[in-house]
C-alpha cells in the first residue's frame, strides 16, 4: 500500500475484523449487535458500511446477516474477550499485512476504514493508526495495526485479556472523526442516541 492507493488495497493485503460475541450487562445481557436502528441491527449498520472489504465476524451467525466477502468464525473459548476474537480474525487471514479491528457495536464506523489505511500509508513508521472521536481517546476497537506488529502478540494466548494491549509500545497515529463514527452502543442511552443518528441518516 502507499499514498492514495491505500484505500484501494488488495484484498489479500487488508482484513477487518469485527468482534461481535460479547454480551453487554449494561443492556441486559442482551445482543447489542441485534439492536434495530430504523429497520436494521446495529451489525447490519455496520456491515453495510465495511461493503468492499475482506471482513471477518467473530461471533455466533446472525441469520442472513452478512453478505459477500463476510466470513464467521468464532474465538477459541467463545467469549474470550475482543482480543481473542481479533485473534481469530487474523487466523482466518493470516496473509493480511493489515488488520482493521471494528467493534460490532459501531454502527457508523465503516466509513473510517478508509481513513485509517489511508494514514497508515502516509506515515510508513507507525504501527498503528487510530480513530479518535472529539474527546481525543483513541479507539483499539477502530483502528488499523500493521500485522508485522502485532502478530506475535496475537499468536499467543489472549483470552480475557484487555485489547489494550495490543496497542503497547507500538508507534502511533492518530485519525480524528466524527462522534457518530466512534459511537459504541454499549447502554440504553448509546441506543437512543444511535437510533437518532440512523433516523437522521435515513432522512438525509
Sequence with gaps: ?????????????????????????????????ALDLAGRTVLEHLLDGLTGWPVVVVGPPRGRVGGPGVRWVREDPPGGGPLAALAAGLRAAPDA?????????????????PLLLQALADDPDADVAAAAGSDGRAQPLLSAYRTR??????????????????????????????????????????????LAVAYRRAGA
Design 1 to 33: 500500500m502507499s499514498g492514495t492507493a491505500a484505500h484501494r488495497a488488495a484484498p489479500g493485503d487488508v482484513v477487518v475484523v469485527v468482534p461481535a460475541g460479547g454480551t453487554s450487562r449494561r443492556m441486559g445481557g442482551t445482543d447489542k449487535t
Design 97 to 113: 499485512a493489515v488488520l482493521v479491528a471494528v467493534a460490532g457495536d459501531q454502527p457508523f464506523a465503516g466509513p473510517v476504514v
Design 149 to 194: 506488529a502485532v502478530g506475535a502478540l496475537l499468536r499467543q494466548d489472549v483470552t480475557s485479556r484487555p485489547v489494550r494491549l495490543l496497542a503497547e509500545g507500538l508507534r502511533r497515529t492518530v485519525v480524528r472523526v466524527d462522534d457518530d463514527a466512534v459511537l459504541d452502543v454499549d447502554d440504553p442511552a448509546d441506543a437512543a442516541r444511535a
